[in-house]
């Protein structure tokens, strides 16, 4: 900042660019109060930020649940109202940041791993949002396969309470399949990672 303070600026946030001063930038986060100067090669237009965006998840994280709103006939309208959990800071993750953050990229499949780097589980229908943040499906680990529906079952019961993830925001594997078919209308189904077809927000407050 101006005043010499180092403030990180979460991956993703929707930035407007206030000076160029060559390698650097002076940008406003929508999140930030501060004016900050930041490298240029750390920005990117992709997505690029339009007028009459359409669609946007805001995620509550005091009460543990999200609303879907979507723009129709030029009224917001809340289209979905889930339970979730979100990330709590701990030896293998963080706290969901809060902020305002574009939509790269979904997943059909994310797969995570364990404090050895070893692949733990995966989540289904991911949506990212900032670094390694994600919405998702209820993940489940390699063992609990066998068993599925019943540890889904006994996962998905404590959404709605408590904070719990590494960063991501989790939801029903069902919602999370709305979420994904909301957002990719033409999927290409021999990739893993998808485009959102129209621009896309989240909010995390």
């Given amino acids: ?10 991956d993703r946030s929707v930035i407007r660019i206030i000076k160029d001063m060559g390698d650097t930038v002076k ?3 929508l999140s930030i109060p501060e004016e900050l100067t930041i490298p240029k090669s750390k920005i990117t237009s992709y997505p ?14 005091q009460n543990q649940n999200f609303m879907v709103f979507e723009k129709v ?20 993750g963080f706290e969901t940041p809060k ?14 791993n364990d404090e050895n780097g070893q692949k733990q589980g995966s989540a289904r229908f991911a949506i990212r949002f900032s ?50 078919d909301w957002l990719v209308k033409n999927p290409n189904k021999s990739s893993n990672e998808q485009h959102p077809t129209e621009d896309a927000y989240v909010i995390v407050f």
């Fill in 1 to 10: 900042s101006d005043n010499g303070e180092k403030i990180i600026i979460p």
């Fill in 27 to 29: 940008v406003k986060a």
């Fill in 48 to 61: 690029n930020i339009k007028k009459g965006f359409r669609k946007v998840i805001a995620i509550d994280l």
């Fill in 73 to 92: 006939n030029n009224e917001w309208q809340v289209i979905s109202y889930v339970y979730s959990k979100t990330g709590i800071d701990s030896q293998l």
């Fill in 99 to 112: 902020g305002f953050f574009t939509i790269p990229t979904v997943k059909y499949v994310m797969a995570y």
């Fill in 131 to 180: 670094g390694g943040g994600y919405i998702h499906g209820t993940p489940i680990n390699e063992q609990e396969e066998v068993n599925r529906e019943f540890f889904m079952r006994q996962k998905e019961f404590t959404l709605g309470t408590t904070t719990g993830t590494r960063k991501c925001v989790r939801t029903t594997e069902g919602n999370a399949k709305f979420l994904f």
